[in-house]
């Protein structure tokens, strides 16, 4: 379409071209749905995690392995936190989200403007549901990477990310407060949780689970464990089936199906960019991660395969290939329902919750359900599978932010390049990436402390 060749990105040129919006603007069902279904090259792929994964724990690069990445000034220096991230060079993370809400808004804006009919309302609610969705999942991405993590008794203070709901990309918008951002995204998800079907034509498309899915992810990383929970079960009334390891090909190059495809589990399909961290030829799990898995953990041989020069390489990603999947799946939505159960004392619907999971992880032959344990214990248990189960899904990062608030659980980061030692604190400022250069000189954004 030729809004995909016009937006390219949010330089100045982009905000300075004026545009015949007669040329550019869609003004049909079908062609707004079409900009929503620009999968593998706006919409699903390349999505806000980049800057989580290269500043988390999950990845351990030899010195000469993060010394010779080439070009790419925001992975050596975001590996090691440091103050200048990325040298006056564009920041995919923020770009690229933006491009999407971009894509969002049009698609918003375009809907309100055609009256349904009946032989067309449920189109029509797929593109106001779905754009809705693409919005809120987008600023949630952002969220946690530019401002800081959800704290309620300062929300209403804490600068967020500038909150785009217009598809004029000439208009200066300020950046919103905490509690601005998150109740937008609350609003939109509830908007498109009632529009959207309970299942899509694809694993593209968001769906209503997947709407209950973000809504718990949102809720949990506000530590509003009543709201996660009610979210995560009102997914899983839609979407529970899983994966059992004991069935699959464990020896494949990649555990699992093809982008998605045949797999239970994934709720909605969106992917990582192949940053030079995470190739064949870089990655390397960390020696903390590996050391968590026990003997007779299926997921030590679903998710990992030997690489070059000791390394260990990681084959577990849903899209069924070196390309992080960073979606929505049903997984995470049992071990969301077991946290927030346990954290709110119905200890026995957290264990039911978790071990409909580990069943399903462990070697059926010598596993054993968990069983009554106090609450406090049972939530470490649950955090630990968490790390285990999602790895390199792109939700490290949050979950270290949200953790971190928690003295018992709070962690400080370490990396050891050549013997020079670099640290990150819990709390530390430098769990919120600055901004983009060019952007908070386009902008006027004031810049997040570093």
């Avoid at 550019?24 to 806000?48: C, H, K």
């Avoid at 999947?325 to 071990?335: C, S, W, Y």
């Avoid at 769990?431 to 060019?438: A, E, F, G, R, T």
Wanted: glycine share 6%.
């Amino acid at each position: 379409m030729i809004l995909s060749v016009l937006f390219t990105g949010c330089g100045k040129e982009f905000l300075e071209e004026k545009r015949d919006k007669a040329l550019v603007v869609p003004t049909s069902i079908a062609d707004l749905q079409a900009l929503l279904d620009d999968a593998t090259v706006t919409m699903n792929t390349s999505s806000g995690h980049e800057l989580g994964v290269i500043g988390g724990d999950e990845i351990g690069l030899s010195y000469e392995s993060w010394r010779d990445i080439p070009n790419r000034p925001f992975e050596k220096n975001g590996y090691i936190w440091a103050k200048n991230v990325y040298e006056g060079i564009d920041v995919n993370d923020w770009n690229k989200a933006y491009r999407r809400i971009l894509f969002a808004n049009t698609a918003c804006a375009g809907i309100e403007k055609i009256q349904p009919k009946p032989s067309n309302q449920l189109d029509w609610n797929n593109v106001k549901g779905g754009a809705h969705f693409f919005r809120a999942y987008n600023f949630y991405q952002l969220a946690q990477l530019f401002s800081a993590p959800f704290e309620q008794s300062s929300a209403a203070t804490d600068l967020g990310i500038p909150l785009r709901l217009e598809p004029d990309v000439t208009l200066k918008i300020s950046r919103g407060t905490n509690e601005k951002v998150y109740a937008q995204i609350i609003s939109d998800l509830n908007l498109a949780a009632d529009l959207l079907p309970e299942k899509g034509i694809n694993v593209y498309r968001p769906t209503k689970p997947a709407a209950f899915a973000l809504l718990a992810r949102i809720y949990l990383l506000m530590r509003d464990y009543k709201n996660a929970r009610i979210n995560a079960e009102k997914c899983l009334k839609i979407r529970n089936e899983l994966n059992d390891l004991n069935g699959l090909n464990l020896n494949a190059s990649y555990t699992f199906p093809t982008l998605g495809t045949n797999n239970p589990e994934v709720i909605f399909l969106s992917y990582m960019a192949n940053i030079s961290m995470v190739t064949t030829t870089r990655i390397n799990i960390a020696e903390e991660v590996l050391n968590l898995y026990q003997r007779n953990d299926l997921r030590s041989k679903a998710y990992f395969r030997p690489g070059t020069n000791g390394r260990t390489l990681f084959k577990g990603s849903y899209t069924g290939a070196a390309t992080l999947f960073t979606g929505l799946a049903v997984d995470e939505m049992l071990l969301i329902s077991a946290e927030c159960n346990a954290r709110l004392g119905d200890i026995s619907v957290a264990l039911e919750r978790l071990n409909q999971l580990l069943v399903t992880r462990y070697d059926s032959n010598s596993f054993s359900s968990l069983q009554q344990v106090s609450a406090e214990v049972l939530v470490d248990i649950i955090l630990l599978e968490r790390r285990r189960e999602l790895l390199l899904r792109g939700t490290r990062w949050e979950d270290l932010r949200r953790l971190n608030k928690d003295a018992h659980s709070a962690k400080t980061l370490t990396r050891n390049l050549n013997g020079e030692i670099f640290t990150l604190p819990p709390n530390d400022i430098r769990y919120v990436w600055p901004i983009p250069d060019k952007s908070i000189d386009l902008g006027g954004y004031l810049q997040n402390p570093r």
